[in-house]
């Protein structure tokens, strides 16, 4: 009788314990696919090749080949009246043309954005965000192919601000930011002494010699506007556009630093596609080389307007 009440009590115990374990997992189950949830993560992977071989071609011409790569994430995340945005761009693009030319650089861009918002009413949320936009690899003025002009963090920009964001429908948003602080970096001394994207640059004696380093930061305040644009406009095409605007309050506010970005996203197949991409930039401490007589010698250098176009047809994986 005592080892049949003894046997009654272990089983009891154990479906009591084993009961809590399960209710437990369950819990945590449930919590965890909560979680998973509120998140929304995806992205674009793409590749684009193109080649040219002549073979005794009468009509003349120079072989070539050439590649871009394109890769885009992002990870959204929503819940009640908070949101946080994440999104990663990066593209790299490079030439080679003729048997005896090395390989150039077309396209280079790391692009980081991050912003949280709290919801003030329907269409409006309290928003920070921090950007941040460098490259990989140097950069020359080809054909001169040993003088850098650029590298990674070199410029490389950091921006933080906080304002509303405006998203009255799923396709579009503004961000609006009369707080915004904007960091320059140049981690490249030599393009620092020459004062390069608007740091201070060396001071020099009357020899050339270097007195005083120039600098490798700059630091702004002013105000920023962004807006973003998204949408399928026709089956298989999808549009972006993207439009930064600022305007450093403690110098020359009324030149605007502008870059606007649109991609367009034609779909073949599931996995062939082809796309066109443009950038427009202005900066009014970005210095820009002029040769008004085309005979290869710099006349005058200023700020000048900045245009990028890519054009490629290839692979295109969407996750």
Same mark, same amino acid.
């Given at each position: ?26 819990? =945590? ?190 630091? =702004? ?99």
């Amino acid at each position: 009788m005592k080892n049949t009440a003894l046997i009654v009590t272990l089983l009891c115990t154990a479906t009591l314990s084993f009961a809590q374990s399960t209710e437990k997992e369950t819990k =945590e189950k449930s919590a965890s696919s909560d979680t998973t949830k509120n998140w929304k993560i995806g992205g674009t992977m793409g590749v684009n090749l193109t080649q040219v071989s002549l073979t005794n071609w009468a009509a003349g011409g120079q072989n070539s080949i050439s590649a871009n790569g394109l890769f885009s994430v992002f990870a959204n995340y929503a819940k009640g009246k908070v949101s946080w945005e994440n999104r990663l761009d990066l593209g790299y693009g490079t030439n080679k043309q003729g048997k005896n030319a090395s390989w150039w650089k077309t396209d280079d861009k790391i692009d980081f954005t991050s912003k949280y918002g709290q919801k003030a009413s329907e269409k409006w949320h309290y928003t920070g965000l921090l950007n941040f936009r460098t490259q990989l690899a140097p950069g020359f003025n080809y054909p001169d192919d040993s003088t850098k002009i650029s590298d990674f963090l070199a410029p490389g920009y950091v921006i933080g601000a906080l304002g509303m964001d405006y998203k009255p429908n799923a396709h579009f948003t503004a961000f609006i930011s009369p707080l915004t602080s904007k960091t320059t970096i140049v981690n490249s001394q030599v393009l620092a002494d020459a004062g390069a994207f608007g740091v201070a640059p060396a001071t020099v004696d009357g020899l050339g010699n270097i007195l005083t380093p120039g600098e490798n930061v700059r630091n =702004e305040f002013g105000g920023y506007l962004r807006l973003f644009y998204k949408r399928d406009v026709m089956e298989n095409i999808n549009l972006e556009s993207k439009l930064d605007l600022y305007s450093n309050y403690l110098d020359n506010p009324g030149n605007i630093d502008v870059n606007w970005e649109v991609l367009i996203a034609m779909k073949v197949n599931k996995y062939i596609s082809a796309t066109i991409s443009t950038q427009l930039l202005y900066d009014d401490d970005i210095d820009i080389a002029i040769d008004s007589n085309d005979d290869g010698i710099t006349d005058a250098s200023g700020p000048r307007v900045q245009f990028k176009e890519v054009l490629g047809v290839g692979l295109l994986y969407k996750f």
